[in-house]
T-cell receptor, first 112, second 115 residues
Framework: GENVEQHPSTLSVQEGDSAVIKCTYS??????FPWYKQELGKRPQLIID?????GEKKDQRIAVTLNKTAKHFSLHITETQPEDSAVYFC???????????FGKGTRLSVIA | NAGVMQNPRHLVRRRGQEARLRCSPM?????VYWYRQLPEEGLKFMVY????????ESGMPKERFSAEFPKEGPSILRIQQVVRGDSAAYFC?????????????FGPGTRLTVT
């Protein structure tokens, strides 16, 4: 089955700096890769996703890149703000309407 | 358009009791997934259901756990004879029928504490 590894487990950045979180996956059949943000005690919120027919996707300060050959994908947050502080999870799945396999999460702290 | 609803938000049970967790998917969504999150850990898939049908229960323990999604009403995750190790946050997510849309949207979760 699919296995998703996520690094780093914790990340501290100064406000205004960029943050990068990386994930690798094992199943070459996976072709959908969402990222979720979870604040303390709250639900995971979908913030951006990418499918395997696309190499990069951007939404304001957030971007995701995908390298299918190397089986890794990354989340990039630019101009970080204190409200970006949360736990971020990557996930992978072969298709729509199949269970997501999550990484273990990255705790991002943005220091003002 | 209401999001995914879960209740109760917090549930305390003593060892040996039963826990029932409910999930109402977003309007128009016919697929429900249940995930479990242990403290300081990621989300682990448990079971995937469509109306009146269990599609994949490979992540759900064989003993004590069951799930259903009836034709009418919410999806229910049932844990019988709870033990301390069942203490966790249980999230459900819903997605629309197969239409090219892959997104799963999560409910607020039920935090189960077993004393």
């Amino acid at each position: 089955g699919e296995n998703v590894e996520q690094h780093p487990s914790t990340l501290s950045v100064q406000e205004g700096d960029s943050a990068v979180i990386k994930c690798t996956y094992s199943d070459s059949a996976s072709n959908y890769f969402p990222w979720y943000k979870q604040e303390l005690g709250k639900r995971p919120q979908l913030i951006i996703d990418i499918r395997s027919n696309v190499g990069e996707k951007k939404d304001q300060r957030i971007a995701v890149t995908l390298n299918k050959t190397a089986k890794h994908f990354s989340l990039h947050i630019t101009e970080t703000q204190p409200e970006d502080s949360a736990v971020y999870f990557c996930a992978a799945t072969p298709s729509g309407n199949t269970p997501l396999v999550f990484g273990k999460g990255t705790r991002l702290s943005v220091i003002a | 358009n209401a999001g995914v609803m879960q209740n109760p938000r917090h549930l305390v049970r003593r060892r040996g009791q039963e826990a029932r967790l409910r999930c109402s998917p977003m309007k128009g969504h016919s697929h429900v997934y249940w995930y479990r999150q242990l403290p300081e850990e990621g989300l682990k898939f448990m079971v995937y259901l469509q109306k009146e049908n269990i599609i994949d229960e490979s992540g759900m323990p064989k003993e004590r756990f069951s799930a259903e999604f009836p034709k009418e009403g919410p999806s229910i995750l049932r844990i019988q004879q709870v033990v301390r190790g069942d203490s966790a946050a249980y999230f459900c997510a819903s997605s629309p029928p197969p239409s090219g849309s892959y997104e799963q949207y999560f409910g607020p979760g039920t935090r189960l504490t077993v004393t």
